[in-house]
């Protein structure tokens, strides 16, 4: 993944990146809160329902955050370079996409692959008709109510899930303003 720095063709739009691994008391907080939000009858939504059977034992194919890369672009038209990197490098076709968490894990793949459509979260119609002129079949678009603004990518990369977040400058200085007064606050007044 560290390739995408060095690779002459696409480093001149990357402005920086930076990594993390989740501590302990994230992930349990994480947990925590995902298990809380599950009402007490079983759901449709899959999204909120692989959190259900949740437990050490399976805690790594389910929550894929555990590591996260972050690529900042100067521009939100870089992140289409970015974005084709990205899929050259790591799409298998759609038949590689992870429908059970569980039942889907792959420890063993020789080859690198893109775990789920990649998301795009975007605040407003501008960005939105931005993503759609490029190709609105190769990820999801899903408007932030609390006008987050990023592109998530999940890769497997020897049975470990890495999320890939790519935001311009601007959309990482919110985010980093925002993240705790908004994101992790559950008082709707400061949300506000």
Request: net charge neutral; proline share 1%; glycine share 2%.
């Amino acid at each position: 993944l560290m390739d995408i720095l060095h690779d002459k063709k696409i480093k001149d739009k990357i402005h920086s990146s930076r990594y993390r691994i989740k501590d302990k008391n994230s992930l349990k907080i994480k947990i925590v809160k995902k298990k809380d939000n599950l009402s007490k009858d079983a759901s449709e939504e899959y999204e909120k329902e692989k959190y259900r059977n949740l437990d050490e034992s399976n805690y790594y194919k389910i929550i894929t955050d555990l590591i996260g890369f972050r690529i900042i672009v100067r521009y939100r038209e870089q992140w289409m370079d970015v974005h084709n990197w990205i899929f050259h490098n790591f799409y298998q076709w759609d038949e590689f996409f992870v429908q059970n968490f569980i039942d889907d894990y792959q420890s063993s793949v020789s080859k690198h692959f893109i775990v789920e459509k990649p998301k795009i979260y975007y605040r407003n119609r501008q960005e939105q008709a931005f993503y759609e002129q490029t190709g609105r079949d190769s990820y999801d678009l899903i408007e932030s109510d609390e006008s987050y603004n990023s592109v998530h990518y999940v890769i497997s990369i020897d049975g470990k899930y890495i999320e890939l977040q790519v935001r311009t400058i601007f959309d990482e200085a919110w985010s980093e303003c925002t993240h705790d007064i908004v994101y992790k606050n559950k008082n709707p007044k400061l949300k506000n």
